[in-house]
């Protein structure tokens, strides 16, 4: 998994909102070449190509939200360190001192989804990790409490489009 900052005018490119992003072949190699020191023209150029590449590729369906209250926080928090965690809304609402209800409606107000949508965001975004670096479909979708390969790969195409095997498929493996 890469991450790359950006500056300038190579944001105005860009979406506003982080995003996963497919990297293509041409996209890689531009990263890599961006990563060794080159004449300011050279960098410039591969910016410009970067950017143009870069807003092609964004899937916004694996988006995350980062959340602002306090308790929202600590769900957060708890499930980005296991998303497997299968605990229900009504077990957060009672560890965090409020009702169900209040939590759903804060889900629905900062992430724009509900918590059941926020907890499969965090799992696919976590499986996106695992699969890049090469880790077995079933250990995946056991570990992030997909109950099988099958409900992942499904869930998965829902989310991206194409199954787990073909997100990736065409892609060299990182220098």
Same mark, same amino acid.
């Given at each position: ?44 150029? *591969?910016?410009? @190509?970067?950017?143009? =590449?870069?807003?092609?590729? $964004? %899937?916004?369906? +694996? ?37 169900s209800r209040t939590l759903a409606r804060a889900f629905e ?10 907890r499969k965001q965090v799992r696919l975004r976590a499986a *996106?990790?695992? @699969?890049?670096?090469? =880790?077995?479909?079933?250990? $995946? %979708?056991?570990? +992030? ?31």
């Open positions: 998994m890469l991450s790359v900052y950006c500056r300038g005018s190579v944001l105005r490119r860009l979406p506003e909102a982080p995003g996963v992003v497919a990297v293509s072949g041409l996209l890689r190699e531009c990263i890599f070449a961006l990563e060794k020191a080159a004449p300011r023209s050279r960098r410039v150029s *591969l910016a410009i @190509l970067f950017s143009q =590449e870069v807003s092609v590729e $964004i %899937a916004p369906s +694996l988006f995350v939200p980062q959340l602002r209250s306090s308790r929202l926080r600590k769900i957060e928090t708890a499930l980005s360190r296991e998303p497997g965690n299968d605990k229900p809304l009504s077990e957060w609402a009672s560890e965090l001192g409020a009702s107000r900062e992430a724009n989804m509900t918590f059941t949508d926020y *996106l990790v695992r @699969l890049a670096e090469g =880790e077995p479909i079933t250990n $995946i %979708a056991l570990d +992030l409490s997909f109950g099988s390969a099958s409900n992942f790969i499904r869930m998965f195409r829902q989310a991206t489009g194409v199954t787990p095997g073909k997100y990736f498929q065409g892609q060299p493996k990182r220098r």
